[in-house]
């Protein structure tokens, strides 16, 4: 790119990068009209933050695209990234100079959540395809602002999320399809409750994943960008614990192991109910207050949806002797017991779920939607954060699945679409 062409950093602020007219780039992929790419074209990739599971978005996530560029606000980051991955490879500090090369197919966004939706948004407007982290937003607005943009800008979008569509499902050691056939033909009748918790096979994390409510400030690694790190959260003093491997513990970046765990334990959960149209209307917690800025323990999260499923969420490890899935009919645990007769036979003969399509570069391709997107992703991102407000609320809430606003509750209506620290703002 000419020097005399290329934005930069404070001409984006000034010209409002996430503004429509700020973004003309088309990937090579779809120059000339849909499935254009001879099947033989490598696409290439960007992966913007490499500490923590970028390293993974490097190589063994989407492996048969070619890395071109990685990007960190860490300098110890990005020169020990730049070393291992080898020639042909530009780093960038500023996400925003990634996002100017036309040559970049797909840009990874493994960064803290507080950071996914504005980088989606604004590498679809770039006319980039996107694999993002989990939780897909860190607010159901930002969710929504997601959904928009993918739309409006026709791209390819993906979580870093499978279990929905393969592999064995955590603690029940079985694949998500051979639950969703014994629910899909009534196997379990209905409604149906499912457990998520230590004595189901998963772990929430909670020890981890919270935060620390005696900080105190401490300099600035000269190696990092922290006002870059921090972008649309408020502005708070540094503290090693706040960033890197342990920013999950702080509502402002994520939400403790609801954040880190979440989406892996619930997007499976939604499918298997049937509900990626559609979010629960009751939700309640049990919890000590939270505090402001550190995620603190909980005990228990209720999600109920209109029908009558619900899903408990068994953050103490009390729940000993419920299954993973129950209905009127039967249940499923972990280990393979269940109560339905002749369970193994019946699911050999059932029809099988709808097929899906896993495989993204064939969706970027062909472009059309991967199993999970940014519409049922969004869907199953909500159910963290109608949790997460419940936690931090801490009071039952009601919710309207439709228009995705909480009933006569303004306080809890705040979390929906948070304020972001200027410059920084949504636009679609």
């Given amino acids: 790119m000419n020097k005399n062409h290329r934005l930069t950093r404070r001409d984006f602020i000034k010209t409002s990068l996430f503004t429509a007219a700020a973004f003309n780039l088309v990937p090579r992929h779809v120059l000339g009209g849909q499935g254009n790419t001879p099947p033989s074209e490598t696409l290439t990739k960007a992966v913007i933050g490499v500490g923590g599971m970028g390293q993974g978005h490097l190589k063994g996530i989407n492996p048969t695209s070619r890395l071109v560029a990685v990007c960190?606000?860490?300098e110890k980051h990005l020169q020990a990234t730049l070393k291992a991955v080898g020639e042909g490879v530009k780093g960038y500090r500023d996400f925003r100079e990634v996002l100017e090369r036309k040559d970049i197919d797909i840009v990874h966004v493994p960064t803290p959540p507080h950071w996914h939706a504005l980088i989606s948004i604004a590498a679809a407007k770039a006319g980039k395809d996107i694999w993002c982290e989990k939780p897909m937003t860190r607010t159901i607005g930002e969710g929504e602002a997601v959904k928009a943009a993918i739309a409006k800008y026709e791209r390819i979008f993906r979580l870093n999320t499978w279990f929905r569509f393969e592999g064995d499902f955590y603690g029940m050691a079985m694949p998500v399809k051979r639950i969703k056939k014994a629910v899909l033909n009534g196997l379990l009748g209905w409604p149906l409750k499912v457990t998520v918790g230590g004595p189901t096979g998963f772990d929430w994390k909670q020890n981890q994943w919270c935060g620390r409510t005696n900080l105190t400030p401490q300099p600035v690694p000269a190696e990092l960008d922290y006002d870059l790190w921090l972008g649309p959260a408020p502005k708070k003093p540094y503290h090693p614990h706040r960033v890197h491997g342990s920013f999950r513990g702080y509502w402002d970046y994520d939400g403790g192991g609801l954040g880190d765990m979440g989406q892996?334990?619930?997007?499976p959960v939604q499918?298997?109910?049937?509900?990626?149209?559609?979010?629960?209307?009751?939700?309640?917690?049990?919890?000590?207050?939270?505090?402001?800025?550190?995620?603190?323990?909980?005990?228990?999260?209720?999600?109920?949806?209109?029908?009558?499923?619900?899903?408990?969420?068994d953050g103490a490890n009390k729940e000993k002797d419920a299954s993973f899935i129950s209905g009127p009919k039967g249940f499923m645990?972990?280990?393979?017991?269940?109560?339905?007769?002749d369970?193994?036979?019946?699911?050999?003969?059932?029809?099988?779920?709808?097929?899906?399509?896993?495989?993204?570069i064939k969706a970027v391709k062909t472009r059309k939607k991967f199993a999970l997107n940014e519409i049922n992703g969004h869907r199953s991102c909500t159910l963290i954060n109608l949790a997460k407000i419940a936690v931090q609320t801490g009071r039952p809430l009601k919710f309207d699945s439709q228009t995705q606003r909480f009933i006569n509750d303004d306080k809890a209506n705040s979390y929906i679409n948070q304020p972001m620290r200027a410059p920084w703002k949504i636009e679609v």
């Fill in 72 to 74: 960190d606000v860490d």
């Fill in 264 to 267: 892996h334990y619930l997007d």
């Fill in 271 to 313: 499918y298997i109910l049937g509900k990626d149209n559609e979010s629960p209307v009751e939700i309640e917690a049990d919890t000590d207050p939270q505090d402001e800025d550190a995620v603190l323990p909980w005990r228990r999260i209720r999600l109920k949806y209109a029908d009558g499923c619900e899903i408990i969420l």
């Fill in 333 to 341: 645990a972990k280990e393979n017991e269940s109560n339905i007769p």
């Fill in 343 to 360: 369970l193994e036979k019946k699911l050999r003969e059932l029809p099988d779920p709808e097929p899906q399509l896993t495989d993204f």
